[in-house]
């Protein structure tokens, strides 16, 4: 991975800049904000010692910047504040959007565009609509959090090690997602099995627990912080990092669907494959009827956000 674009210098971007140069996933990172003294100030706050750490260079960027980029990472927009909804953000956010579509339209820009942007279902239909692009090379980070969240919550939960725990959230990023239950593995092994091994079992109402704890997680580190950005650096630099090695991925990413239960053009996640060619397509077999019902009424409700 030759070069990188991040637009946004706000918390969200700039620890996505560092968490991606400390992971080395790139060898230059160009950050770009419309306030240039917060560029200029993330930039000198990232690179002392920079070298002792990590190869990446890391400069204040400008639009041209992305135009020989592998990869635009778009985070620029009103951040979510205390007792707000990400639905909240779409007015403010969506004009803001269209403008980076134009300019990556007008400079010429054909790098994969991971859309961070809140609400981030919205943001990346807009933005794919902009540009015109149907193919997969736009996508969002979705609900790659969210099932991250996922597993760390079941694995306390079941008293395993979370790396042992695979468990994906598909519909919006937000108050319409959907806990794929008949996703989760826990060392391989689908739940149900895992649990039938020791005799044990999960009961709605622990479900529903779990399902609550996930849905406010966002909402109480905003309450206690102010803000949340560690958690999506990570997940975004996760990505650009796998694809830098040229894995094949499976994450619950959104994009516009292509037809996925009857739906094309609205953006929700689903369980998608990840090439360094953008998505590819989605893998929804396994998902039970009442989960895609569940995804549906989110698509229904979004149609015309």
Not at 152 to 176: C, T, Y
Not at 185 to 208: C, F, M, Q, V, Y
């Amino acid at each position: 991975m030759r070069k990188i674009t991040v637009v946004g210098a706000g918390f969200v971007g700039s620890s996505i800049a560092y968490s991606l140069m400390l992971a080395e996933a790139t060898d230059e990172i160009a950050l770009i904000d419309v306030n240039e003294a917060a560029v200029r100030a993330e930039v000198a706050d990232i690179r002392p010692g920079l070298s002792a750490i990590s190869p990446t260079r890391v400069h204040e960027g400008c639009w041209a910047d992305a135009a020989d980029s592998d990869i635009v990472i778009v985070t620029a927009g009103i951040s979510r504040k205390p007792n707000e909804s990400r639905m909240d953000l779409i007015g403010k956010n969506a004009s803001i959007a269209r403008g980076i579509a134009q300019k990556l339209k007008e400079y010429g820009s054909s790098a994969l565009v991971i859309v961070v942007s809140n609400p981030v279902d919205v943001i990346t239909r807009i933005i794919a609509e902009e540009l015109g692009e149907t193919t997969g090379r736009v996508f969002g980070t979705g609900c790659l959090l969210d099932s991250a969240r996922f597993g760390s919550v079941l694995a306390d939960f079941l008293n395993v090690s979370e790396k042992s725990v695979r468990a994906f959230v598909a519909g919006e990023h937000g108050e319409g997602q959907v806990l794929l239950w008949s996703s989760v593995e826990i060392d391989g092994i689908p739940l149900n099995a895992w649990l039938n091994e020791r005799n044990s079992e999960i009961r709605e109402e622990d479900k529903r627990l779990i399902a609550k704890r996930i849905a406010d997680m966002g909402a109480n580190i905003i309450a206690g912080k102010g803000r949340t950005h560690y958690g999506i650096a990570g997940c975004t630099a996760y990505i650009v990092n796998e694809l830098k090695q040229g894995k094949t991925l499976l994450l619950p990413l959104t994009r516009p669907l292509t037809g996925e239960f009857g739906y094309a053009g609205v953006c929700a996640s689903l369980p998608c494959v990840l090439t360094t060619d953008g998505i590819t397509g989605s893998k929804t077999d396994g998902i039970t009827p009442d989960e895609i019902e569940q995804i549906k009424r989110f698509l229904e409700a979004s149609k015309n956000a």
